[in-house]
């Protein structure tokens, strides 16, 4: 099947030939790109992270370089600060949400006691039924 599919002019079976030794290069190389030898990698300076410096679009549109952005940073904190304050409120948050509020205030002896006391009545009420099937 492998000839139905071929052409006359490929190359032989690559197993046909004599090997080699690992390391050394073959007889005939195959060709390969060549690198360009002209790469202007640091042509122009990147921008660092966190840089407040405006592109010159935005300074003209907003009165200057940096105009804005500490009223910008100052609007997103009062936004923040307010979903934390409705966030927090146990008022809006209904039986579910106040009840995650109580048992988030436990102490851990709280509820370790707590579900010591669970656990004692689960056992007390498997002792009763087990002493009524016995009669």
């Known amino acids: 099947m492998g000839n139905l599919c071929s052409r006359a002019s490929n190359d032989p079976d690559a197993f046909s030939g004599p090997g080699r030794v690992v390391g050394t290069t073959p ?3 195959t060709p390969r ?7 202007n990698w640091k042509s122009t300076p990147g921008r660092t992270l966190g840089d407040n410096s405006p592109t010159q679009s935005q300074s003209q549109t ?3 370089p940096g105009a ?9 904190a009062i936004a923040a600060q307010k979903r934390a304050e409705t966030a927090s409120s146990t008022s809006n948050k209904g039986k ?5 509020a109580a048992d988030k205030a436990k102490t851990q002896n709280q509820t370790l ?13 498997d002792q009763a039924a ?4 016995w009669s």
């Open 62 to 64: 907003q009165g200057g």
């Open 96 to 100: 579910l949400g106040s009840k995650l």
């Open 113 to 125: 006691n707590e579900v010591s006391r669970d656990e004692r009545a689960a056992r007390d009420a």
């Open 68 to 76: 804005g952005t500490d009223e910008a940073r100052s609007n997103a």
């Open 33 to 39: 790109a060549s690198v360009p030898q002209n790469t």
């Open 130 to 133: 087990e002493a009524r099937q």
């Open 27 to 29: 007889s005939n190389p």
